[in-house]
């Protein structure tokens, strides 16, 4: 059974745990390097990424999550996660860093104050019928580079990726009861070990 950590310092942490859990991984939450060591693969939750980003460089996780992200370690982002997995954000704030390993420029709460949260149906290539998109102050991804295979869009933006063992959505599979999409990581996590 794959080890699958949540990266653990801001954010819906206990969704994704329990969401890792019903599609059959072993899942803890990671705040240390330590931590970080013992997973086959890490979830980055949705929250804020400019405070994920903060508590990384203090919790001293900024340089090892990098390393094994570049190294291959199949990471999944929602929402926030997917920010910190974009190697270029658009709009950062001063300051603001993120892991990369997604080629792609993502623009933060692309989706604007009057739309700040709302569903929809999104068809994601590779699952057979739509998920629930819940997005939250979501970002979209403005591009991406020739390596990323685009997995969703929702009314002409992408929302979900992936680039070799990296996904992210801008949406929130874990606040819904449909373990399609942390299935989908899981079994990435299988092929990978
Ligand atoms: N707007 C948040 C950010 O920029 C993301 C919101 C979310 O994760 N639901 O990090």
């Known amino acids: 059974t794959p080890v699958i950590g949540v990266l653990a310092l801001q954010g819906d942490v206990r969704e994704h745990l329990i969401a890792l859990a019903a599609a059959d991984a072993v899942a803890r939450p990671v705040r240390r390097p330590e931590e970080l060591a013992e997973v086959d693969g890490l979830v980055i939750p949705g929250g804020e990424s400019t405070t994920i980003s903060k508590l990384a460089v203090l919790f001293g996780l900024m340089e090892p999550l990098r390393e094994r992200i570049a190294a291959g370690m199949p990471v999944y982002g929602t929402c926030a996660g997917l920010i910190m997995l974009a190697d270029?954000?658009?709009?950062?704030?001063?300051?603001?860093?993120?892991?990369?390993?997604?080629?792609?420029?993502?623009?933060?709460?692309?989706?604007?104050?009057?739309?700040?949260?709302?569903?929809?149906?999104?068809?994601?290539?590779?699952?057979?019928?739509?998920?629930?998109?819940?997005?939250?102050?979501?970002?979209?991804?403005?591009?991406?580079?020739?390596?990323?295979?685009v997995l969703a869009e929702h009314d002409g933006h992408i929302v979900a990726v992936r680039q070799g063992k990296a996904l992210a959505t801008s949406f929130h599979p874990e606040l819904t009861g449909d373990h399609r999409i942390h299935e989908l990581f899981v079994d990435m996590v299988r092929a990978e070990r």
């Open 88 to 149: 270029k954000i658009l709009d950062p704030r001063s300051g603001q860093e993120t892991f990369g390993g997604i080629d792609m420029i993502v623009r933060r709460n692309a989706f604007g104050r009057q739309n700040e949260s709302f569903e929809a149906g999104v068809t994601v290539t590779g699952i057979d019928s739509p998920v629930e998109g819940v997005f939250i102050r979501a970002p979209w991804v403005e591009s991406v580079g020739a390596q990323v295979e």
